[in-house]
């Protein structure tokens, strides 16, 4: 037990090590507005550099936050219109013609409900306060009603894509070539997305990578025209109960969220270690996942105080768990 607990150490060490000095683009900051207090899902805008498109997870109606990357500071807040009443909102994507995809797509009864909804509405052009019609989409899956919290759309084909979230492994879904509003939208599993409970995914900007996260880890997979191919584990900064992930808009970072009041979103490196960063290869024959089953690493990305802090915390359970 004490080896474990000493190689669990190292292993925070490492990977807050393994971090590249941020740049004053990508550092991350803090969300200040006390009205978002569940950000389940992000996006960094094309138009505007350094904004990022948040939104809450529920009970908040239908409204997205574009917060600067900078000060952490809501510059403008969009209402939909079009939507109807959102029920459970967990994932934000940004597809061709600088389209924002916002996924309604939670299910926290287990899969109870006979359909979701995806809505469409363009990113303004002008950061501000507005009052925005949307599109509404309705969602069926092939196999049955599932939760889901991760929606991504190729920036290319404009095709959507759903990870569902499911504890025995989740799974990736593809929509049909283009969404309908006159009907329904049927999506069919394509890829199994094994070892993690996802709670958000990300597409790199040239389409050719897929990050899919959970509570406490992440998985690198290359796209592959949608017959994804996974190619390691990514660390993952700790910020709580983690919730979204995107890529930068140059797609040389992936930035983490979580959820609650003035929660962090954190840099971290991207497939490759385009950013500097190193990835974990999985095993041939086989896919990495560590000790939790939870599919990826875990990296303290505030440099040697937090490093020590969370070292001393470990050694400090392993000395209580010798005096039982």
Do not use: C
Not at 161 to 182: C, F, M, N, W
Not at 209 to 231: C, H, K, M, P
């Amino acid at each position: 037990m004490r080896r474990t607990f000493v190689l669990l150490a190292a292993a925070l060490v490492t990977g807050a090590l393994a971090l590249p000095p941020a740049s004053a683009a990508d550092e991350g900051f803090t969300i200040k507005d006390p009205r978002i207090t569940e950000s389940s899902g992000l996006a960094a805008s094309r138009q505007h550099p350094g904004i990022y498109w948040t939104h809450n997870d529920s009970d908040d109606g239908a409204h997205l936050y574009a917060v600067d990357g900078r000060t952490g500071e809501t510059v403008a807040t969009l209402t939909l219109t079009g939507v109807g009443s959102p029920r459970d909102v967990e994932a934000i994507s940004i597809g061709p013609g600088d389209q924002i995809y916002v996924g309604d797509i939670g299910d926290n009864l287990g899969g109870s409900w006979s359909h979701v909804w995806i809505y469409r509405l363009p990113e303004p052009k002008t950061l501000k306060d507005a009052t925005v019609p949307a599109t509404q989409y309705v969602v069926t899956y092939a196999d049955g009603a599932r939760d889901a919290e991760s929606l991504v759309v190729h920036p290319r084909t404009g095709r959507v894509y759903i990870v569902d979230k499911d504890e025995r492994g989740s799974h990736l879904y593809q929509g049909p070539a283009e969404l309908t509003a006159s009907g329904g939208n049927v999506f069919t599993r394509v890829a199994d997305v094994p070892d993690l409970e996802a709670t958000d995914a990300a597409l790199s900007p040239d389409g050719e990578q897929l990050v899919v996260r959970s509570y406490f880890g992440a998985v690198a997979y290359d796209w592959n025209g949608g017959r994804i191919e996974r190619t390691g584990r990514l660390s993952v900064p700790f910020l709580g109960q983690g919730e979204s992930v995107t890529y930068t808009a140059d797609g040389s970072r992936l930035m983490y969220g979580a959820e609650g009041e003035g929660s962090s979103v954190e840099p971290g490196e991207v497939p490759g270690g385009g950013a500097g960063g190193s990835e974990s290869p999985a095993p041939a024959g086989g896919s990495a996942r560590d000790d939790d089953g939870d599919g990826g690493g875990i990296s303290i990305g505030k440099g040697a105080l937090a490093v020590g802090a969370a070292v001393v915390a470990l050694l400090g359970l392993s000395r209580l768990r010798r005096r039982k």
